[in-house]
């Protein structure tokens, strides 16, 4: 066990639903970064935070959202959801900003 | 634009035997590259780190190599066990000083032990 929680850990939504994925830090991790997992494909980037500020996006777009709270816990919001936004979402906590990353187990997200 | 590639993409072996995953990467200047073990379904765990100066590291009956000249990196399980059936990530960082945002990840290698 990494200490990383995330949920729910299965969710299904349609097709312009919003969605929000929530995710506990490692005690003494001060920053989170987030993931989508396609099948079969490497974890592709979305954002990280640190110290609640977003310092780092990937390639995705704005109606992929994020926040960081005080205790560093951290949420990732979708907006308008799409059918390729099917995948696993991962996030991980680290004590530096590219820091050795404990992830978490993931939010499977299905959109139908 | 930098990329990491991991081969084979899928690998069956019978448990007891070993077996080495490749990982090659573009990613320049490089600070760090990792190898994480994924079970279907979950986070992906941490196995080993290396710099750029560290040739090999091992973790129990996982070993990891690092050619820096090469941009090339192997990982080797040694008396494979059922446990071990799982994806296996490789990771590198640049030597940027940045965020996960630096992080480039390949796609993994799916292994599966047989009985």
């Known amino acids: 066990e990494t200490g990383v929680t995330q949920s729910p850990t299965h969710l299904i939504k349609t097709r312009g639903q919003q969605v929000t994925l929530r995710c506990s830090s490692q005690s003494g991790h001060n920053t989170v970064s987030w993931y989508q997992q396609a099948l079969g494909q490497g974890p592709q980037f979305i954002f990280q935070y640190y110290r609640e500020e977003e310092n780092g996006r990937g390639n995705f777009p704005p109606r992929f959202s994020g926040l960081q709270f005080p205790n560093y816990s951290s949420e990732l919001n979708v907006n308008a959801l799409e059918l390729d936004d099917s995948a696993l979402y991962l996030c991980?906590?680290?004590?530096?900003?590219?820091?050795?990353?404990?992830f978490g187990s993931g939010t499977q997200l299905s959109v139908l | 634009k930098n990329q990491v590639e991991q081969s084979p993409q899928s690998l069956i072996i019978l448990e007891g035997k070993n077996c080495t995953l490749q990982c090659n990467y573009t990613v320049s200047p490089f600070s760090n590259l990792r190898w994480y073990k994924q079970d279907t379904g979950r986070g992906p765990v941490s196995l080993t780190i290396m710099t750029f100066s560290e040739n090999t590291k091992s973790n129990g009956r996982y070993t990891a190599t690092l050619d820096a000249d090469t941009k090339q990196s192997s990982l080797h399980i040694t008396a494979s066990q059922l446990s071990d059936s799982a994806s296996y990530i490789c990771v590198v960082t640049p030597y940027s000083g940045g965020g996960a945002d630096g992080l480039t990840f390949g796609k993994g290698t799916h292994l599966i032990i047989q009985p």
């Open positions: 991980a906590s680290s004590t530096e900003w590219a820091g050795k990353l404990f």
